[in-house]
């Protein structure tokens, strides 16, 4: 069975980027309902149970028909926020450093760049979805709870929410604001170290 993980800080911890109320619903309410619904799906398939969640979503096509759909969404969900609750800390922000800085400013050009190219990414998708920094440093926007792994590209390194659920009580309409303001809480210590490891993962 999956569980709802632990937060690895207080639902206060990253006011006011993310309210105490926001983080509070997202994490006991959405989160909590992804992890239902695919308990639910996959005991209607129990020798599935106990494969890895990244496995099932990198080979959906494998998954029986009856609940491929909810796999793919509710996986996706529970898979996702358990990796979108990692990439943020409050004592996150300022830029990469070590092999991922370097890496990211060899394709990028600069830090800078690549905000600039993440941020218009995640602007331009229509519709509530995820932005993702895949392991060889593409930026890949992915509507509703669809994950990298799906596409073929692997597990990712980072994504951020751009779902209504994930901004609206603290910026109203104002997506571009969320995600200027996202940065100043990103645990790059932790996205540096799963660069580091993601491809024994």
Known sequence: MHTLPQLPY?????????????????????????????????QQVPELESTPLRVLLGDLASVPEAIRT????HGGGHYNHSLFWQCMSPNGGGEPQG???????????SFDA????????????????????????????????????????GEPLMGLDVW???????????RDEYIKQWWSVVN?????????TIADL
């Open 10 to 42: 207080d639902y206060n911890a990253l006011a006011p980027t993310i309210s105490e109320q926001i983080m509070r619903l997202h994490h006991s309410k959405h989160h909590q309902t992804y992890v239902d619904k695919l308990n639910a799906a996959l």
């Open 70 to 73: 909810a796999v793919r969404n």
């Open 99 to 109: 092999p991922l800085g370097d890496a990211i400013r060899a394709k990028w050009g």
């Open 114 to 153: 690549f905000i600039e190219e993440f941020n218009t990414k995640a602007l331009g998708l229509f519709g509530s979805g995820w932005v993702w920094l895949t392991y060889d440093l593409d930026i890949v926007a992915l509507p509703n709870q669809d994950t990298p792994m799906a596409e073929g590209k």
């Open 164 to 174: 209504e659920h994930a901004y609206y009580l603290d910026y109203t309409s104002k």
């Open 188 to 196: 790059w210590t932790f996205i540096e170290e799963r660069f580091a």
